[in-house]
């Protein structure tokens, strides 16, 4: 990358951190099960946002380490429909959940968090590591600084910045990743029979910007059926306002899919930047009949657009199988966390957890390709 794309990355970064913190700003509480505080570190182009929280409870994984690592785990845990792995497993969480709890480990200063499932990064050489690591510690000296959403294919630098600060690493899932995306008889056959799909589907394809409140209202419920209903209510709540306002804001690509009546029964919503494409929005009528394939015309929505745009693919978790494939590449994610000027009864339970999901974590979802 030379010079000028690289400031120009840069730049449209620094945008959107802007564009971000005033969303934040304007509605606290357009995510229903996220109580938290933006604000931010740095300053002018190399400005990041950052969440803090004091041990709120009942608050979604994405500000929550201890919903993240006891309570969304145990869930996983249950299933993975191993009898064998499940009750010695969910012991450990409930051990490790307790010691977690007692450690106050929700009490998180989070970098670079937006408060979505995946967290995009722009490049480590134009941040002062360790100083943002250092103003974080002097602004709230009781809190951890983490760290979330890195692996070691797409935000290498990162991870060997913050380990080389003196960070420790966490295992957290298992995401998918696509370099590219080829639109043409290269893909792989399942991803060629989602784009068939794509293509012949009877529903009509509605982008964000033809939406009413209405359909906003319906895109908030067809994401809850999905994320919270059938999947965990520890995920984000993320309601029309926030929706609309993410969408007004540039930070959310939404498309939406309409049966012959009007009505929407899929939606997507992509986040971008940097070349690198995600999808913290999907949602749809999990009522209606699997041979319609909604799930995998969302997805598709997602990877045609990359295939148009050259861009790369972080597809977050879940669903292993199904994204393979299509040509995702399975990569652990990791969470680093600076915890040094701590007590040290939190540092051990951050060195017991990164210990537990390293040696037992990883190679479990590597064993059954979660």
């Not at 292993?320 to 040509?327: P, S, Y």
Request: glycine share 8%; hydrophobic share 40%; aromatic share 10%.
């Amino acid at each position: 990358m030379n010079a000028a794309a690289r400031t120009d990355r840069e730049s449209l970064f620094a945008t959107k951190v802007a564009a971000y913190l005033e969303v934040a700003a304007r509605s606290v509480q357009a995510i229903s099960n996220v109580a938290t505080q933006v604000a931010s570190l740095g300053a002018g182009s190399t400005l990041l946002p950052v969440t803090i929280n004091c041990s709120e409870s009942g608050n979604a994984w994405v500000c929550s380490p201890y919903s993240t690592y006891a309570l969304y785990a145990a869930e996983e845990i249950r299933r993975l429909g191993h009898p064998l792995l499940t009750s010695p497993l969910q012991g450990l969480c409930g051990v490790m959940g307790r010691h977690l709890r007692n450690a106050a480990v929700d009490n998180v200063v989070a970098v670079n968090n937006w408060l979505i499932s995946t967290n995009l990064y722009p490049p480590a050489r134009a941040y002062d590591i360790p100083a943002i690591i250092a103003e974080a510690r002097a602004r709230w000296p009781g809190h951890a600084v983490w760290f979330r959403s890195l692996n070691a294919r797409y935000t290498a630098d990162w991870l060997k910045s913050l380990v080389e600060s003196g960070c420790i690493l966490i295992p957290s899932r298992q995401v998918y990743l696509y370099d590219t995306v080829h639109a043409n008889a290269t893909r792989p056959v399942d991803l060629q029979r989602d784009f068939h799909l794509l293509r012949t589907t009877p529903l009509s394809s509605s982008p964000g910007d033809q939406w009413s409140s209405e359909d906003f209202e319906r895109a908030s419920k067809l994401y809850a059926l999905l994320y919270l209903e059938k999947y965990s209510q520890l995920n984000p709540a993320y309601t029309a306002e926030f929706m609309r306002l993410w969408h007004a804001a540039g930070l959310l690509d939404l498309v939406g899919y309409r049966d012959p009546s009007g009505e929407l029964q899929g939606v997507v919503g992509m986040y971008c930047d940097g070349g690198t494409l995600t999808s913290p929005i999907v949602g749809y009528d999990t009522a209606r009949p699997q041979a319609e394939g909604l799930y995998r015309i969302l997805a598709a929505t997602v990877l045609m657009t990359a295939a148009r745009t050259g861009g790369r693919v972080n597809l977050s978790a879940g669903v292993g199988e199904f994204k393979r494939l299509r040509g995702g590449i399975g990569e652990t994610e990791y969470s680093a966390v600076y915890a040094q000027h701590l007590p040290r009864r939190s540092r051990r339970a951050l060195e017991q957890l990164s210990f537990v999901t390293r040696r037992i974590g990883v190679p479990i979802m590597r064993y059954l390709r979660l």
